[in-house]
């Protein structure tokens, strides 16, 4: 039997190698990097998932996912998305970061206080009506507010091009936050624990990210309302269109416990959740996929932007093909994971993973509006996508059930996405037809 030799293969993989485009490799070794990251990311939900949903009823877990949904749908509220301008001012050339990220970071605070006011001031029949008690949704706005500093923190480090920092510092916190949520759970079985346990992370977290900053120099303890100002310039046209975008990810979970309760919410929870597992190659590529983009175009020559249509038709046909795969391993991933009570729900993921592929097709072509500073379509494209999923599933879900909010969550994303590729187009134009 023939075997090769390992100098060999080395030699077959150098030449290999070196038919590859620069560019590419450079896309590809982050892109795996980030990939790898974040599947050690997912790690604590899987871990928390069949722990959480042995210890509490299906009930309660629907009201925690409640919770989780009222905090994302808070974010770009609260936040005033403040936290995302890092990633266009990064590249100014004015930028003094030391200034610009206390300045930030010590926004979220003031943020959390003014709008916790605001909420205090509405009636409480109005809270309830969301289907959770005002006390946990005034939780879900302090989470909200001090854990953007995560995200903000591990976007600068991503920025820098330093996907080894940006695993090490964001995997600490991952494993934090997977302490906090087994301690409390274990201590006493209760959705209010598992929140309790969240509010903790989200101090620490907001902590760490100043200590963390402070160590490499770029943190001076100082507000400076110019630099808020101008962050707010570009945040804010992006605040309609993140609303609107959680509204059409997460209006199911809301209108499912509306219309058959928390224990089918509890379900559809634990199936998603499961499912999600494919935006972890969507969102791992989108994390090296921006910065990437963004040099390239800066380049600002057609032969660059013809390259970049190329790489981003080769992404749109892997993130849609690892779709396909992904439907047909999740059954025997969800019977591992999941107990038997679940089962009969698996079919449910299917369209959701689907939905997922499509997102990250709209990561691919949603960042030149940015990049060309037009987020005004966003915020026009996210209220009718909102709009359409919000129609869906009133007529989908008594009709269907949770599957009902999985057809929604398809046709939803893939609505976002044929509309960003197409005012994409126009808000920064590229040779998307020249195939020669």
């Not at 266009?88 to 930028?95: A, G, L, S, T, V």
């Not at 300045?103 to 009636?123: D, N, R």
């Not at 359409?388 to 996405?417: D, E, H, R």
């Amino acid at each position: 039997m023939y075997s090769l030799h390992p100098i060999t293969i080395s030699r077959m993989l150098q030449k290999f190698y070196k038919l590859i485009p620069t560019d590419y490799l450079v896309l590809i070794k982050e892109g795996g990097l980030y990939t790898f990251i974040n599947v050690l990311d997912r790690v604590v939900p899987f871990v928390l998932l069949p722990v959480i949903i042995r210890l509490i009823s299906v009930e309660e877990f629907g009201i925690y996912s409640l919770f989780l949904t009222a905090e994302s749908l808070l974010v770009p509220i609260v936040t005033l998305n403040i936290y995302s301008s890092i990633s266009k001012q990064f590249y100014d050339d004015d930028i003094y970061l030391p200034k610009y990220n206390s300045s930030i970071i010590f926004s979220l605070p003031f943020l959390f206080i003014l709008f916790g006011l605001i909420f205090l001031m509405i009636p409480d029949k109005l809270i309830t009506s969301s289907g959770l008690e005002s006390n946990i949704i005034l939780f879900a706005i302090f989470t909200a507010c001090f854990s953007s500093s995560l995200v903000y923190t591990s976007s600068l480090i991503r920025l820098k091009r330093k996907p080894i920092a940006y695993g090490k510092y964001y995997l600490s916190q991952s494993s934090l936050l997977l302490v906090l949520l087994l301690l409390f759970v274990f201590i006493h079985p209760s959705y209010k624990m598992l929140i309790y346990a969240k509010s903790i992370y989200a101090i620490f977290v907001f902590a760490i990210s100043i200590i963390y900053l402070r160590t490499k120099h770029e943190f001076n303890f100082g507000i400076d309302l110019s630099v808020i100002k101008k962050a707010l310039r570009l945040s804010l046209p992006t605040v309609i269109y993140s609303l609107s975008a959680f509204i059409f990810v997460m209006s199911d979970r809301f209108l499912i416990n509306y219309f058959l309760g928390s224990k089918e919410l509890g379900h559809y929870a634990a199936i998603s959740q499961v499912a999600a597992v494919m935006s972890v190659i969507v969102g791992s590529f989108n994390v090296a996929w921006m910065p990437w983009l963004f040099e390239n175009l800066k380049k600002n020559d057609q032969r660059t932007n013809k390259f970049i249509v190329k790489t981003s038709y080769y992404l749109m046909a892997i993130v849609l093909l690892g779709g396909i795969i992904f439907c047909l391993l999740y059954p025997f991933i969800a019977k591992f994971i999941l107990i038997e009570s679940f089962f009969p729900y698996i079919s449910v993921a299917y369209p959701i993973i689907m939905g997922l592929a499509f997102q990250g097709i709209y990561l691919i072509v949603s960042p030149y509006t940015f990049y060309a500073g037009k987020t005004k379509y966003n915020a026009l494209i996210g209220i009718f996508v909102a709009l359409i999923n919000v129609g869906l599933n009133l007529y989908l879900i008594p009709k269907y059930g949770i599957w009902g909010a999985g057809y929604s969550y398809l046709a939803s994303w893939v609505s976002l996405s044929v509309l960003f590729f197409i005012f994409s187009k126009k808000a920064y134009p590229m040779p998307w037809f020249s195939f020669k």
